[in-house]
């Protein structure tokens, strides 16, 4: 399996620029994904990285370095909205499956 | 249209019931999973069904069983129920995750809360 560590809380004013680290242990690394909850609903697909790099895409980059086993998603121009929960996944094939396996998730809170 | 649309979204029973959360997708995906949520938002892998056949199981309690009359529905049904089992359960799909390197991203569904009493 894997051990995937990312930060339970963190806080931020809105405006800014808020970076959520996720750090992991894997044997056949095969995929990171990103997600975000809202309190009440289903997680949505942020982000996907397989190779090393940054992916942009709108407010929202997701940066992958392998060999670090490291991930961050960085949230640009904060909104109230974005308070939520973020959720760092990765895939491992080692143990023969492809599903992505969950981290506990960051819940970040936006302030005025 | 919902994508993935699972029933009912709240369910309050008492422990030994049993009882069936369906969950259909509209997506053509071949995988279809089933997630638990529990109150501290570990989001926790319980079934996977890819063309209707269990490819994981993680270690669930055979209370717990998945049932997929196609690859469209996959539904749980939960047998003897026990306060420990209180929790969301995410229904999700997906295209094949055996594709090398490729974005599976999971589509979820709305979440049924189930509460045992």
């Known amino acids: 399996g894997q051990n995937i560590d990312q930060p339970t809380e963190m806080t931020a004013t809105e405006g800014a620029i808020v970076q959520i680290n996720c750090t992991y242990q894997?044997?056949?690394?095969?995929?990171l994904f990103w997600y975000q909850q809202h309190a009440g609903e289903a997680p949505t697909f942020l982000s996907y990285?397989?190779?090393?790099g940054l992916e942009e895409k709108g407010r929202f980059s997701s940066f992958l370095s392998r060999s670090k086993g490291y991930s961050y998603l960085l949230l640009k121009e904060l909104q109230m909205k974005d308070s939520a929960s973020y959720l760092c996944?990765?895939?491992?094939?080692?143990?023969?499956?492809?599903?992505?396996?969950f981290g506990r998730g960051t819940s970040l809170i936006v302030h005025p | 249209d919902t994508a993935v649309s699972q029933t009912p979204k709240y369910l309050v029973t008492q422990m030994g019931n049993d009882k069936s959360i369906k969950c259909e997708q509209n997506?053509?995906?071949?995988?279809m999973y089933w997630y638990k949520q529990d109150s501290k938002k570990f989001l926790k892998i319980m079934f996977s069904?890819?063309?209707?056949?269990?490819?994981i199981n993680e270690t669930v309690p055979n209370r717990f069983s998945p049932k997929s009359p196609d690859k469209a529905h996959l539904n749980l049904h939960i047998n003897s129920l026990e306060l420990g089992d209180s929790a969301v359960y995410f229904c999700?799909?997906?295209?094949?995750?055996?594709?090398?390197?490729?974005?599976?991203?999971?589509?979820f569904g709305q979440g049924t809360r189930l509460t045992v009493v």
């Open positions: 999700a799909s997906s295209q094949p995750t055996g594709l090398p390197a490729g974005n599976t991203e999971a589509f």
């Open positions: 894997t044997s056949g690394f095969n995929g």
């Open positions: 990285n397989v190779l090393d």
């Open positions: 996944a990765v895939r491992d094939l080692a143990g023969g499956s492809y599903i992505p396996t």
């Open positions: 997506l053509g995906h071949d995988t």
């Open positions: 069904y890819n063309n209707k056949e269990l490819i």
